[in-house]
């Protein structure tokens, strides 16, 4: 199994940035992708980042050019140029190879982490 332990979330005003970090630990080494997910009150959760193990990214059209994802032996998301509209609890998630017949692959998922911004 995969464990997934996030940080760096807090309160920062408009314009501000922040740097969350997720720590991986367990059977790291099986892990081909990795992403940041957020969700907001009322809210579906979505993708705002990810990264395959060859190092391709993806990114959301609302965070392009302020968010950059980036891992060495932790995840990283550096936010920049922070919008009350990115308020929202963001997840740390990681994906594996299945091991059971059927199963592509498996997800993880790390609690969560709040980022607040304030106008």
């Known amino acids: 199994q995969v464990q997934l332990v996030e940080s760096g979330g807090g309160l920062v005003q408009a314009g501000g940035s922040l740097r969350l970090s997720c720590a991986a630990s367990g059977s790291i080494f099986s892990i081909n992708a990795m992403g940041w997910y957020r969700q907001a009150p009322g809210k579906q959760r979505e993708l705002v980042a990810s990264?395959?193990?060859?190092g391709s990214t993806n990114y959301a059209d609302s965070v392009k050019g302020r968010f950059t994802i980036s891992r060495d032996n932790t995840l990283y998301l550096q936010m920049n140029n922070l919008k009350p509209e990115d308020t929202a609890v963001y997840y740390c998630n990681a994906e594996v190879p299945g091991t059971t017949m059927g199963v592509m692959f498996n997800d993880y998922w790390g609690q969560g982490t709040q980022v607040t911004v304030s106008s």
């Open positions: 990264i395959t193990s060859g």
